[in-house]
């Protein structure tokens, strides 16, 4: 029984999202991929999580663009290249 009501917990899958970011002066834009963690399976919470992550490095949020499934990383790889779980 302990088995079964622990399953849905490990059963719980990653949470990435697609973003935009922009720096100012020089503007610099850039697409990216993030793995933001379960309990962020939102836009909104991803924004949240990701926007601190950002700005540590001078980048601002402009939106998040989508939630992406695990099975479906390898479709957006290439588009955020350096910046594919970068953050």
Known sequence: MTVLCLAPAFASAECYASYKAKRDDPLQLHFGVAEVGDGNC??????KVLAGRLARDGWILLSIVEMIPADRLGEVKDRA???FLRY
Not at 42 to 47: D, H, L, N, V
């Open 81 to 83: 290249g350096d910046y």
């Open 42 to 47: 939102s836009k909104e919470a991803a924004g």
